[in-house]
């Protein structure tokens, strides 16, 4: 066996179909990106038209297969309008990759129910109605890829975590509870855990220097993270090479929560 087919034995994503929220912009535009390089058929979920056309079309230029939705995902119709719409692009997806997200972070003292509800929503209410969507058919088929994007404050408190924090705590509980349903069913369910990543949902924090420069000196890489450093993990999480592997939390964040 040569070098090139064991890899594409591991890591290729050849005949799959991969559903991929907030994969217009940030982290979710370079796991696109990533799964759809690898082989996979791929469906982009947010919000705004002008980036999901300029995704798609980026893609569609590199001989990759994609398509988008354009979905509201912080209501329940929302939410299960584009997975319906997602599954007829390309077919029942074996992957899906929750990225969508929103960063509503004031003092806690003035944290209100609207910002509590929409965090909510949007951040662990919708992936847990896709989950519910595609995780069984994952089941029924013998083969699928749950993985959530989550975030350091899902582990610790700073820069006012708020409900933000509270969500993606939630969100990798979750991963452990859909771990626990359909892992023995093939299904596979983890999160990855970014550092700080210089995106548009960090914009208020990566405008200041000082705070930027902070946060890089708390790495081991000596360096904040970029949107590109997380295809490879994306990659092994949703082939064949990470079969043994779910209900985990990892972390890719240049050795942030650990020093």
């Given at each position: 066996?040569?070098?090139?087919?064991?890899?594409?034995?591991?890591?290729?994503?050849?005949?799959?179909?991969?559903?991929?929220?907030?994969?217009?912009?940030?982290?979710?535009?370079?796991?696109?990106?990533?799964?759809?390089?690898?082989?996979?058929?791929?469906?982009?979920?947010?919000?705004?038209?002008?980036?999901?056309?300029?995704?798609?079309?980026?893609?569609?230029?590199?001989?990759?297969?994609?398509?988008?939705?354009?979905?509201?995902?912080?209501?329940?119709?929302?939410?299960?309008?584009?997975?319906?719409?997602?599954?007829?692009?390309?077919?029942?997806?074996?992957?899906?990759?929750?990225?969508?997200?929103?960063?509503?972070?004031?003092?806690?003292?003035?944290?209100?129910?609207?910002?509590?509800?929409?965090?909510?929503a949007v951040n662990l209410k919708a992936p847990y109605?896709?989950?519910?969507?595609?995780?069984?058919?994952?089941?029924?088929?013998?083969?699928?890829?749950?993985?959530?994007?989550?975030?350091?404050?899902?582990?610790?408190?700073?820069?006012?975590?708020g409900a933000y924090g509270v969500s993606k705590g939630?969100?990798?509980?979750?991963?452990?509870?859909?771990?626990?349903?359909?892992?023995?069913?093939?299904?596979?369910?983890?999160?990855?855990?970014?550092?700080?990543?210089?995106?548009?949902?960090?914009?208020?924090?990566?405008?200041?220097?000082?705070?930027?420069?902070a946060l890089a000196a708390r790495t081991m890489a000596?360096?904040?993270?970029?949107?590109?450093?997380?295809?490879?993990?994306?990659?092994?999480?949703?082939?064949?090479?990470?079969?043994?592997?779910?209900?985990?939390?990892?972390?890719?964040?240049?050795?942030?929560?650990?020093?």
């Amino acid at each position: 066996m040569t070098s090139q087919s064991y890899l594409s034995e591991l890591f290729s994503l050849d005949g799959r179909v991969a559903v991929v929220t907030g994969g217009s912009s940030g982290i979710g535009r370079a796991i696109t990106e990533a799964l759809a390089r690898a082989g996979a058929s791929v469906v982009v979920v947010a919000r705004r038209e002008a980036e999901l056309t300029r995704t798609v079309d980026a893609l569609t230029a590199q001989g990759c297969r994609a398509a988008w939705v354009s979905a509201d995902l912080a209501t329940t119709e929302g939410v299960r309008t584009a997975g319906e719409q997602a599954a007829a692009a390309f077919g029942e997806p074996d992957i899906l990759v929750n990225c969508a997200g929103v960063n509503l972070r004031p003092p806690m003292g003035e944290l209100d129910e609207d910002v509590w509800d929409t965090t909510m929503a949007v951040n662990l209410k919708a992936p847990y109605l896709l989950g519910r969507r595609f995780g069984p058919g994952m089941a029924e088929r013998g083969f699928g890829r749950i993985i959530h994007i989550t975030s350091q404050q899902a582990h610790r408190a700073f820069v006012q975590s708020g409900a933000y924090g509270v969500s993606k705590g939630g969100l990798e509980s979750l991963a452990r509870s859909q771990a626990e349903a359909w892992s023995p069913y093939g299904v596979t369910c983890n999160t990855l855990v970014p550092g700080f990543v210089m995106t548009p949902l960090n914009a208020r924090i990566s405008g200041d220097p000082e705070k930027v420069a902070a946060l890089a000196a708390r790495t081991m890489a000596g360096r904040n993270g970029l949107p590109e450093d997380f295809a490879g993990a994306a990659v092994f999480l949703a082939s064949r090479a990470s079969a043994y592997v779910t209900g985990q939390s990892v972390f890719v964040d240049g050795g942030f929560s650990v020093h």
